[in-house]
């Protein structure tokens, strides 16, 4: 099956029900979820489909497995303006990302990431879009990552320039 990490805290601004409706019927398509299940609503616990798993809060490393064994990491948000660490952990392992089309998101993962407006439907064509061209989307998440390599290079370099002359 093609699986998804669902990054999540099941806060307010998450469309975990519509990932449930965009997902309930792909039979070759898994979901886990992460966080603590028990901060779900039960209207959240009581539609989640048989394809997807409540992974609980998982350590740091099981977490990290997790991230690098799914065929893409979903990190959704309702709110403009929230930046999204799964997808910079996402990106760090090397895992394509679905997130959500906010400016501010589609500047920032703008290679090996899918942008939807967090209905149904467009979680469900972005999360087949990424089944059929998921090679792709790897090769761009990986140029991605050698981009913000780079960049915390130079910055490293550059701080470091500053204190010697300090010093």
């Known amino acids: ?5 669902f990054v999540s805290s099941f806060d307010v601004d998450e469309p975990t029900l519509e990932v449930f409706e965009a997902v309930r ?6 979901v886990y979820v992460t966080g603590n299940p028990e901060k779900a609503s039960a209207e959240i616990r009581e539609a989640k489909p048989d394809n997807v798993t409540f992974t609980g809060f998982l350590s740091n490393e099981a977490y990290a497995g997790l991230m690098r064994s799914v065929s893409a990491v979903l990190v959704l948000t309702t709110f403009d303006f929230t930046f999204q660490r799964g997808g910079s952990e996402a990106v760090s392992v090397g895992t394509p990302i679905i997130t959500s089309d906010f400016p501010v998101l589609r500047e920032y993962f703008n290679k090996g990431t899918l942008h939807v407006d967090n209905s149904p439907g467009q979680i469900r064509a972005a999360i087949e879009t990424m089944q059929r061209d998921h090679s792709a989307y790897e090769r761009e998440v990986l140029l991605l990552q050698q981009e913000r390599k780079e960049r915390w290079e130079t910055i490293q370099e550059t ?3 500053w204190i010697a002359q300090a010093l």
Do not use: N, T
């Not at 019927?25 to 898994?30: P, R, T």
């Open 25 to 30: 019927d792909l039979s070759d398509v898994h």
């Open 1 to 5: 099956k093609f699986a998804l990490a």
């Open 159 to 161: 701080i470091e320039a």
